[in-house]
């Protein structure tokens, strides 16, 4: 169940990223110096609309996830969904709002600080104070989704294993998916 919630979730991600990308390819805000990569914490779109589609996405998908695990509790795919959903882009959302709050820019080229360009500010208290309600919104619904996970036993050291070993899973996966499409 997990593996087939990772699957989804990573390509549903990249999906959203190319659909607005071929919708707002007409846009004027496009990248000229930023390459683009079929990573899946890079950049993968060229507007900033696209980037920012990716994690909005994954937030929804997460609120939807938690929604139906809540009313069906026994639905182990549910939470999984939820539970990748919500967390999977924490480690980006978290570095991205350190490196804004300890040097008021952002060298990581992620979605999240790739749709921070949508703002157009000079200050960049505005996407601190963003990212710091974004960053402790996903990780309190991690929280709740464990929390309510009880059909699990050791649910939080089950949980805090599979966090780790998210971000590897995701990347080998999407490896493995990339070299097949292409």
């Not at 601190?128 to 990780?139: A, E, K």
């Not at 036993?153 to 499409?181: E, H, N």
Request: hydrophobic share 55%; glycine share 2%; proline share 4%.
């Amino acid at each position: 169940m997990f593996l087939l919630a990772v699957i989804i979730s990573a390509a549903s991600h990249q999906y959203i990223h190319f659909i607005v990308d071929k919708i707002s390819a007409h846009s004027v805000e496009r990248v000229g110096a930023v390459t683009l990569n079929m990573d899946l914490h890079g950049i993968a779109s060229e507007s900033p609309v696209a980037a920012a589609a990716g994690p909005i996405w994954t937030f929804l998908l997460a609120l939807a996830s938690f929604g139906f695990y809540a009313h069906n509790p026994r639905n182990l795919f549910a939470a999984s969904m939820a539970f990748i959903n919500a967390s999977c882009r924490l480690p980006e959302t978290v570095t991205v709002f350190m490196q804004l709050l300890l040097h008021s820019k952002t060298t990581m080229l992620t979605d999240e600080s790739f749709s921070l360009s949508l703002l157009k500010l000079d200050d960049p208290t505005i996407s601190i104070v963003l990212l710091c309600f974004f960053t402790l919104t996903l990780f309190f619904l991690t929280i709740t989704i464990i929390h309510d996970t009880k059909t699990v036993p050791w649910k939080w050291l089950i949980a805090f294993i599979l966090f780790i070993c998210l971000i590897p899973l995701q990347d080998f996966i999407w490896k493995v998916f990339v070299s097949l499409t292409i």
